[in-house]
């Protein structure tokens, strides 16, 4: 069972947008203070504000207060916003945190600033190929199916040294990250730990772990990129 860190309460349940920087104030303090139970430096974790089905101006709300880093899992529902606000926003900082299919490759490394799904080898060569005919360069993270759950994205555990053998020597991609999603009925903090343990095997120096309901956790384990949607923006819209 999942330790009880769910006396977070995102005050926005409401829907009002004024909420919004009141709730990243809110989890950008629990995790400094988080970092600084674990002796690590605020600021060693970045939040990643995933904005999937929340609307318009929650995210108008959340650029107000300062927010620069965001995710979406849908290339679809990115594409509509996102072209646009980076007009606006310059320094914005866009993860792609969702499955990518080799189809959509090619509009992922013109919108995104950082993938953080690789998860085989075939959307690998893909994306190195894509970026070798565009000059852009995303950078890249690998997804761990860190539960090995049959359901999920990831590359499984056992298959991760080769992965990133084939990036590295074939591809010429650089790695910088791994990301995870733990299996959701189970305590989240071994997985953390096998992640961190995976990462510093293979000589990967980032980690994007930790959602609402577990990010205090992650950033004690290692974090570097937390992401986070309900705790900053409330309930998504339905699909
Ligand atoms: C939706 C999503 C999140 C954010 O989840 P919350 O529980 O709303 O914080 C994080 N990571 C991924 C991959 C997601 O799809």
Known sequence: MRPATSTLEPR??????????????????????????????????????????????????????????????????????WPRLKERFPDLELHLIGGLQTNKIKEAVALFDVIETVDRTKLARALAREMEDSGRKPRLFIQVNIGAEPQKGGVSPAALAGLISACRNELCLEIEGLMCLPPL???????????????????????????????????????????????????????
């Open 12 to 81: 926005e349940m409401t829907g009002n947008t004024l909420d919004i920087k009141a709730n990243l104030e809110t989890v950008q303090g629990r995790l400094d203070q988080a970092l600084g139970r674990a002796g690590r430096n605020p600021g060693a974790c970045k939040v990643v504000a995933v904005t999937k089905r929340q609307t318009e101006a929650k995210i108008e709300a959340a650029l107000a207060a300062g927010a620069r880093c965001f995710g979406e899992n849908r290339i679809q529902e990115a594409r509509e916003r």
């Open 185 to 239: 009925d189970q305590d989240p903090a071994p997985h953390f730990s096998a992640m961190a343990q995976l990462a510093k095997t293979h000589g990967i120096s980032k980690l994007s772990m930790g959602m609402s309901g577990d990010y205090e956790i992650a950033a004690a384990m290692g974090a570097d990129y937390v992401r986070i949607g309900t705790a900053i923006f409330g309930p998504r819209m339905k699909p």
